[in-house]
């Protein structure tokens, strides 16, 4: 594959759920898929607690985004880019009515210095027991 068009994937995030890179380099844009709170080499996700049959019993969703932006850092750091050349963040939460408080105060924190386009959107799940995913465009260096 050409380095105008290079798959990336980051030691540091966790193992994609699918057949899909972390990321794709297309000229000095970086593409990245969905990325969620998991843990890198588990299917822990922290703060969410699960029954028996998977189901989700409780989640701290200021929990889970610390973790998705940590992953999302390490993603971008991994691919040669870096927090502050996110361009275009689209969020999805499954509970907009009840976490988008918290979600916005953190996501403010964590976005202070840097504003990219960001869109927000409520979905009713995700493809593993997680309520918030990130899906981001960055500028990389060729």
């Not at 970086?30 to 189901?55: A, C, H, Q, W, Y």
């Not at 992953?71 to 361009?87: F, H, P």
């Not at 953190?106 to 918030?132: D, G, H, K, M, W």
Request: aromatic share 8%.
């Amino acid at each position: 594959m050409s380095e105008d068009n290079s798959i990336l994937n980051s030691n540091q995030a966790p193992e994609p759920v699918g057949l899909y890179p972390h990321a794709r380099k297309v000229g000095n844009l970086l593409f990245m898929s969905g990325v969620g709170p998991r843990e890198k080499g588990t299917k822990k996700i922290p703060g969410v607690e699960l029954d028996g049959s998977g189901n989700i019993i409780a989640y701290d969703i200021a929990a889970q985004c610390h973790s998705v932006f940590k992953n999302v850092r390490a993603i971008l750091e991994d691919s040669g880019s870096s927090w502050d050349q996110l361009v275009d963040v689209t969020v999805f939460l499954t509970n907009m009515k009840d976490d988008f408080p918290t979600y916005n105060k953190i996501y403010a924190e964590y976005f202070a210095s840097n504003q990219p386009c960001r869109t927000t959107v409520e979905i009713s799940s995700l493809p593993t027991p997680i309520a918030i995913e990130l899906k981001c465009i960055a500028t990389i260096a060729d």
